[in-house]
Each structure stands twice: as structure tokens, then as C-alpha cells.
């Protein structure tokens, strides 16, 4: 099978479960009561009280059946790519990933962003929820103080994938209000964690200065979103991405703010404990931000795969 996939599959007496050669995709084994579990995020074995075993490795199969698990490595070998986008927003916080704390992942990177982009303001806000970890990252970094400048309804989903403009709007105005009291006459950093269309942050900034801020500092715990992912994710098409055709200084101006920074892929990678992007050997799958695809996108470019290797086997020849 050709992509990014972590597969389950259940049987009257086995259960199945494998990972990408790239491993882009997440999948961990827990155990509860003798009994084998096959989830994405280890806060679904907290929630059902069981204990994590560890990460399916990429390439790995796993076979469980009365009680026993075998492991098989029945595909080639290669570098692990894991999506380092569920760091910055697909994981929930309290999930522990590639055996990294989500939670601390996110306001590490907070931390780099104030490293990289401080600003002269007196609150720290963050766009809740997602937002939350890095602007606490951000202030503690910063000096300055965090607080719960807007206020989020948690009966409303994720408005970043709703399927239209208008029901995106509608959502964002359902999802956020400001807490006017504590914005009037002060210089923000909104902390997000990322900017897809700038739909919501354009909102989230004319709420915040209809609400009396002073003035408004956007600060973005991810590079610029600048690719479509192909791996599971439905982001827009490229066409739709604010970034793909601004750059940061039209971007603001769009968006409304005073001043717009993001986190470098340097300072994501710093905050994820390495040294920084390896431009030979990545150690994440970061394609959305430097369209740098680790599994050929055969559906987009035309052709089988086995046409691509036939192609390239004629080429190196």
C-alpha cells in the first residue's frame, strides 16, 4: 500500500495492527486486564484505565491473538518521518506521542517563538484551545503575563476543517469571545498555533480589537503553512493556503495585526530536541511547511508506482 497509514483490523480471534515504513501516522499498544489495545493517542488507554505498552514502530506489524503478540517487520527499512504537525495541533495535549509529552512539545515550541520573535506588548493570549501550551511557553519565555484574554465555548468543534467559508465564520463567532475588561487599552501577542486560511484569525483579531486592544501582535507556534498534506490530513488545496502566495508582511495585513511572526522550521525542530531541520534527513514529516513530500504523491503527479519506479530506474540508468 502506497502512503501514510496506521491500519487496525479485527477478526473473530486476532487483532492487526501496522505502521508505514515512515511511521508518519501514530499508533501505540496498551494492555489492560491480559487483554492487547490498538489506539492513536494514549489518552484513549487513560480513559478506559489501561496501561501503554509503547508505539508501534514504523514499518512494524502486530499480530495478537490469545494473548500472545507477535511483531513482524515485513517492509523495508526507513528513516521514521512522523508528522510533526500532531505536536503542534492534531494530538491532544495530554496524549503522549513518539514517547514525547504533547503538552511540554507545545510549549517548548512556545518558548523558541518568544526566542525568536519577542515583542514589546503586556499580555500574552493565546487562541484557545490549541493555542493554549505555547502562549503559556511564550510568556513564561517573555516575561510577561499569560492571560485568558478570549474566552472558548467547548460545545463548538474545530473550525479549521468545517467544509465552507460560511459555516467557518459562523463557527469562529460561535467558538470565541473576548474578555473585554481585561483587553481594553492593552498591547497583546496572540499566540496560535498555526494559520491555514486566515480565516479565524482574522476573526479572532477584529473580536480582540473590537474589544478595545490597543494593539494586536500575532505570534504562530508553526512555519508558515505553505503545502497540502497528502497524508491523512484534509487540509485545503494549495490555492487556499494564505501562505502559499504571502508573504508574512501581506499576510498581516490581511489578518489585521500590528505585527506577525512565525516559529522557524529551525526553532520547531529546537523544540522538538533536536538541533534543527537536517535538510539531508528530516526527522519528521514536515511537508506542509516546506513541501518536502517523504512518499511520492503518485495520485497528484500522475502515474502507478510502479510507473514512478520504472521511470526512475530508466533515468538512473
Known sequence: VEGAYSLVALTEDTLIGARDPYGVRPLVLGRLDGAHILTSETVALDIIGADLVRDIEPGEMVVARNGELTSYKPFESRAGRFCI??????????????GKSVYEARKAIGVELAREAPCNAELVVPVPDSGVP????????????????????????RTFIEPTDQIRHLGVKLKHNANHRLLEG?????VD???????TSTKI???VRSAGAAEVHMRVASPPTTHSCFYGVDTPERDELLAADMDVTRMAELIGVDSLSFVTIDGLYRAMGENGRNDCAPQYCDACFTGDYPIALSDRDGGSLPTQLSLLTENSS
Do not use: C, W
Open 85 to 98: 504537525f500532531e505536536y503542534i495541533y492534531f494530538a491532544r495535549p495530554d496524549s503522549l506521542s513518539q
Open 134 to 157: 505555547a502562549a503559556i511557553g511564550y510568556a513564561a519565555e517573555a516575561g510577561l503575563p499569560f492571560e485568558l484574554g478570549i474566552i472558548r465555548n467547548h460545545y463548538v468543534g
Open 186 to 190: 492593552k498591547r497583546i501577542v496572540l
Open 193 to 199: 498555533d498555526s494559520i491555514v486560511r486566515g480565516t
Open 205 to 207: 483579531v477584529e473580536m
